[in-house]
């Protein structure tokens, strides 16, 4: 099998991760655990692009402070569509990180790093550096987390089981606002 045709065989995953951290950031327990005993919060922000099965004629961006709150998000949730693109704000203990998540390829782009704005240039270069392979660090280890469970047949069939839950209840909640 060559490798272009790999590749787009798991093209699955990245929308599906990011789905399910989605998922995960609105949980009463929206930590999650990391392998290394630390904990990890997830919040989607700005802007979310979910995309279905017919791709992109068919995606639906949602911008404002909490995108992934809104009634039509719901909607396009249950309608089948996954995260495409999210701005993403994950935070471990004091440090938090922004970026936006292309899903599709897993890349990550416009990464904010909390830093001290005023430290000499040569100072800030390592600092940055550091905060950047932490960063690196923490989404690989997130992404290695939802692997575990994505592998794991049972888990994985009873986490489809409460992110369905999750969907009903955000179509439910839609319904009852507009009544």
Not at 24 to 39: I, V
């Given at each position: 099998m060559a490798l272009l045709e790999m590749i787009e065989e798991k093209s699955f995953l990245g929308p599906e991760f990011a789905t399910w951290l989605w998922y995960r950031s609105e949980q009463k327990e929206s930590t999650l655990a990391l392998p290394n005993g630390k904990t990890c919060e997830v919040s989607f922000e700005k802007e979310l692009v979910l995309t279905g099965p017919a791709g992109e004629a068919l995606n639906s961006t949602f911008r404002g402070e909490t995108p992934s709150l809104a009634p039509e998000a719901a909607a396009a949730l249950a309608a089948g569509k996954k995260v495409k693109r999210a701005r993403i704000r994950l935070g471990v203990g004091d440090v938090?990180?922004?970026?936006?998540?292309n899903a599709v390829n897993l890349d990550w782009t416009g990464l904010r790093?909390?830093?001290?704005p005023s430290l000499p240039f040569d100072e800030a270069v390592p600092l940055r550096l550091s905060?950047?392979?932490e960063f690196a660090d923490l989404f690989d280890s997130l992404f290695a987390v939802f692997l575990d469970l994505r592998l794991d047949r049972d888990r994985w069939t009873a986490e489809v089981k409460r992110v369905r839950k999750w969907i009903i209840g955000k179509v439910?909640?839609?319904e009852d606002a507009g009544s």
């Amino acid at each position: 099998m060559a490798l272009l045709e790999m590749i787009e065989e798991k093209s699955f995953l990245g929308p599906e991760f990011a789905t399910w951290l989605w998922y995960r950031s609105e949980q009463k327990e929206s930590t999650l655990a990391l392998p290394n005993g630390k904990t990890c919060e997830v919040s989607f922000e700005k802007e979310l692009v979910l995309t279905g099965p017919a791709g992109e004629a068919l995606n639906s961006t949602f911008r404002g402070e909490t995108p992934s709150l809104a009634p039509e998000a719901a909607a396009a949730l249950a309608a089948g569509k996954k995260v495409k693109r999210a701005r993403i704000r994950l935070g471990v203990g004091d440090v938090s990180y922004e970026l936006t998540l292309n899903a599709v390829n897993l890349d990550w782009t416009g990464l904010r790093i909390d830093t001290p704005p005023s430290l000499p240039f040569d100072e800030a270069v390592p600092l940055r550096l550091s905060a950047l392979e932490e960063f690196a660090d923490l989404f690989d280890s997130l992404f290695a987390v939802f692997l575990d469970l994505r592998l794991d047949r049972d888990r994985w069939t009873a986490e489809v089981k409460r992110v369905r839950k999750w969907i009903i209840g955000k179509v439910e909640r839609k319904e009852d606002a507009g009544s």
